[in-house]
C-alpha cells in the first residue's frame, strides 16, 4: 500500500530504506559515509542499519578519502562497500578510486544523491551532470527516478523496483555479465523533504553482523615459513588476487591446455594470486612474480627477474609466456609481453585485459599438459637466479669472538656489532625488514612510490597478503585504502596488522585519510613512510639525464619539509622516528594496539 503525503515520513528516506536495506540483506556490510544535505536520508538509514547492528558505518568527510576507504573494503573484503555522497563536486571526488576499481576489477557500489531533473542545468546550487559521471568505468549505471511515494507496508511498488536494483547493482558490482568486478554508479535524485521518520518496515530480517574477535589484540604465533607451497590442483584460473577464490579450481570446462616443450615462463603481475605460483610448480617452469602479485613464493620463484628477462640466453630465448594479473613493475617484463615472437597468454582475472603485443591469447583457465619438466630450461633459470639473490639480513655476531678471552677479538666483535646497530638505513634495508616481519595473517599494501621498485628487485620469497593500487598505479589514495583494508580485516576478526610502505610524497598526497572519527574502532595499522624529502623516484627515469637541476628540484622532485610528527600528533596517531636497522625492527614487531606512524628519514 503506498500513500503520496504524510507529515512526518518522507518519500526520500523510505527510497533509502528499500535501497539500502536490499543491499544489506543481500551480504553488504560496509558503508562509507560523506555528510551532506541532499544525501541525508540515505545517510541516516546507514546510521540506523548500524545502530541495528547489521553494517559498519564509516565516516569520512572528503568524499575522495571515501571512495579508496571503500576501494580497500572490496580489495580485503571481496564484497562491494556503498559509498554514500551528496551532489555536485562530491561525486566527482569519487571518480579516482572509480577509475582504480574498474581498471583493477575490485567491487564498489556508488550511490550519489542529486538534484531532481528539473534543477538540472538551470543554474540551481551544488547542481552538476551527475549521471553517466562516471562512463565509461561503470559495470553499471543508472539515473533513478525521483522517489513520489510513502510505502506504508514496504511492499509497493517504488520499494519493490528498488530492491529490484539493488540486486542488479550487487551482481554488477560482483561482475556478472561482465569479465570482472568493478564499480556501479546508482545516481539518486530527490526533492524537498530531503528526510523524514523512518518507515516501520526497515529492517533486515536474519542478518546480523558476525562475532568479531578483532577488538582482541593479541595476535596468535603464526610465524611458520610460508615458501615453498604445494600446488592443490592442476586447474589454474585468474582473479585470485580479488574477488575470486584463491586456490586453483575445476569449475572450467574447457581450459586451456598448455603443451610441453616450448621454452615457457609464467608472469605474475598485480593481484595475480597464488594461481600462478601454482601453474609454474605444475609445469616446472620459471616464475617471474612482482613483489605485489601475491605469487611471490615456492622452488620455481626467479630471483633479480628483470636481469633475466634482458638476458639474451633467457629472456631472449623465451617462447611462450603465461600471464596472471597485471604486470606493471618492470620494463623487461613488459618488454618480453610486447614481442610478437613470444606467444603469450593472458589469464582473465579481475582487472584490465592484457594484450601488450597485439596478438595475445585471452584464456579463462589454463592447465599443463602431462609430460615431462624441460629440466635445462628451468635449471637454467634457477642457477641464474641463484646467482642473483641478495641476502640483505643484518650481519650476525660472532659468538666465539664475543666470548674470547682475547681483548682485541672480543673488543673487535663488540666493534662489529654496535657497527652493525648503528648503521643508517637505506632503501633496501628498509624493504628488508619490512618483509621479515610480515607474516601470512598480516597485510602489506604497497604505494605507487620509488620503494616499491626497490622491494620487487630485491625480496625474495614469502607467501603473504598483498594489496597494490596498480589498476593504474597512482600515487593517490594509498592510506584510505590500506584503510579500508584494516577496516575489513578488523571487522571480520582476521588476526595481524595491515603495513602499509609508502614515500613522502604518497603519504601527504593522502594526508587527510589519517582523520578516523571518534567511535570508530581503532584498526591495527602501520603507516611506514620512507622519507627523503622529494620525488627522487624520477631519478630513475631518462628525464634525470637531460633537464637541468632547478627544473627538476621545481617541478619534478617537489622537495619538501613537513614534520610529519606534528600531523601524527594532530590526527592522533602514534608517531615513531627510526634511524637504524634494529630500531625499525623493534617498531615493526612491537605489538600493535592502533594506529602507528614510522617515518623512516632517507638520504636524498
Not at 593481484?271 to 617471474?288: I, K, M, R, S, T
Not at 682475547?406 to 625488514?433: K, N, Q
Not at 614515500?503 to 620512507?530: C, M, N, T
Request: proline share 7%.
Amino acid at each position: 500500500m503506498t500513500v503520496t503525503a504524510r507529515a512526518d515520513r518522507a518519500p526520500a528516506t523510505d527510497a533509502a530504506a528499500a535501497l539500502l536495506g536490499r543491499l544489506v540483506e543481500r551480504g553488504v556490510r560496509h558503508i562509507v559515509v560523506s555528510p551532506g544535505s541532499r544525501s541525508q536520508a540515505l545517510a541516516l538509514v546507514a546510521a540506523e542499519l548500524e545502530a541495528r547492528g547489521v553494517v559498519r558505518v564509516h565516516v569520512r568527510i572528503d568524499e575522495r578519502v571515501a571512495g579508496f576507504t571503500a576501494l580497500g573494503i572490496g580489495r580485503e573484503s571481496r564484497m562491494p562497500a556503498v559509498v554514500l555522497c551528496t551532489s555536485g563536486t562530491a561525486a566527482a571526488n569519487l571518480l579516482p578510486a572509480a577509475l582504480e576499481a574498474h581498471h583493477a576489477g575490485v567491487p564498489l557500489l556508488l550511490l550519489t544523491a542529486d538534484r531532481p531533473p528539473e534543477l538540472r542545468g538551470v543554474g540551481a546550487n551544488q547542481t552538476t551532470r551527475q549521471p553517466g559521471m562516471f562512463s565509461p568505468n561503470t559495470r553499471l549505471e543508472t539515473d533513478l527516478p525521483v522517489p513520489e511515494e510513502i510505502d506504508e507496508d514496504g511492499a509497493g511498488e517504488q520499494s519493490a523496483m528498488l530492491r529490484h536494483v539493488a540486486d542488479d547493482a550487487l551482481a554488477a558490482a560482483l561482475g556478472a555479465g561482465a569479465r570482472s568486478a568493478g564499480p556501479v554508479h546508482l545516481n539518486l535524485p530527490f526533492r524537498e523533504p530531503l528526510a523524514g521518520a523512518l518507515p516501520p518496515w526497515l529492517g533486515v530480517p536474519g542478518v546480523e553482523l558476525a562475532v568479531s574477535a578483532a577488538d582482541d589484540d593479541s595476535v596468535p604465533d603464526l610465524a611458520v615459513d610460508p615458501a615453498g607451497q604445494e600446488p592443490s590442483g592442476a586447474l589454474y584460473q585468474g582473479g585470485g588476487g580479488i574477488g575470486e577464490a584463491d586456490q586453483p579450481t575445476g569449475a572450467e570446462d574447457h581450459p586451456h591446455v598448455l603443451p610441453r616443450g616450448r621454452r615457457t615462463i609464467v608472469v605474475a603481475g598485480a593481484d595475480a594470486g597464488p594461481a600462478a605460483e601454482a601453474l609454474a610448480h605444475a609445469g616446472g617452469w620459471p616464475l617471474v612474480a612482482e613483489i605485489v602479485s601475491g605469487s611471490r613464493f615456492g622452488r620455481n620463484l626467479v630471483h633479480g627477474y628483470r636481469a633475466l628477462l634482458a638476458d639474451e640466453h633467457l629472456g631472449g630465448r623465451i617462447e611462450r609466456a603465461v600471464v596472471f594479473g597485471h604486470p606493471t613493475l618492470s620494463r623487461e617484463a613488459v618488454a618480453v609481453l610486447s614481442r610478437d615472437d613470444v606467444d603469450v597468454l593472458a589469464v582473465r582475472g579481475p582487472g584490465e585485459p592484457l594484450n601488450l603485443n597485439g596478438a595475445t591469447t585471452a584464456v579463462d583457465a589454463v592447465v599443463a599438459a602431462t609430460g615431462e619438466t624441460d629440466r635445462d630450461w628451468l635449471g637454467a633459470w634457477m642457477r641464474a637466479s641463484r646467482d642473483a639473490a641478495v641476502d640483505l639480513s643484518p650481519a650476525a655476531p660472532d659468538p666465539d669472538a664475543l666470548a674470547s678471552a682475547v681483548p682485541a677479538e672480543r673488543l673487535g666483535a663488540i666493534a662489529a656489532e654496535l657497527d652493525v646497530i648503528r648503521a643508517p638505513l637505506d632503501r633496501p634495508a628498509l624493504v628488508d625488514a619490512l618483509w621479515r616481519a610480515t607474516w601470512p595473517h598480516d597485510r602489506l599494501v604497497f604505494a605507487s612510490s620509488r620503494l616499491v621498485r626497490v622491494a620487487d628487485q630485491l625480496l625474495g620469497g614469502k607467501k603473504v597478503p598483498v594489496h597494490s593500487n596498480r589498476g593504474l598505479a597512482g600515487i593517490d589514495g594509498t592510506i584510505a585504502t590500506a584503510m579500508g583494508i584494516a577496516a575489513a580485516a578488523r571487522a571480520a576478526g582476521v588476526p595481524g596488522v595491515t603495513r602499509v610502505l609508502l614515500g613522502d610524497l604518497a603519504f601527504l598526497h593522502d594526508v587527510g585519510s589519517l582523520l578516523l572519527p571518534p567511535g570508530e574502532g581503532e584498526p591495527r595499522i602501520q603507516v611506514i613512510v620512507g622519507n627523503d624529502g622529494g620525488g627522487t623516484i624520477f631519478d630513475g627515469l631518462e628525464v634525470a639525464s637531460v633537464a637541468p637541476h632547478d627544473a627538476m628540484d621545481r617541478v619534478l622532485y617537489t622537495p619538501q619539509a613537513v614534520r610529519l610528527e606534528h600531523l601524527a600528533t594532530a590526527y592522533g596517531w602514534e608517531y615513531q622516528r627510526v634511524t637504524t636497522r634494529a630500531a625499525l625492527d623493534q617498531a615493526l614487531t612491537a605489538p600493535v594496539g592502533g594506529r602507528q606512524i614510522i617515518e623512516v628519514p632517507l638520504v636524498r
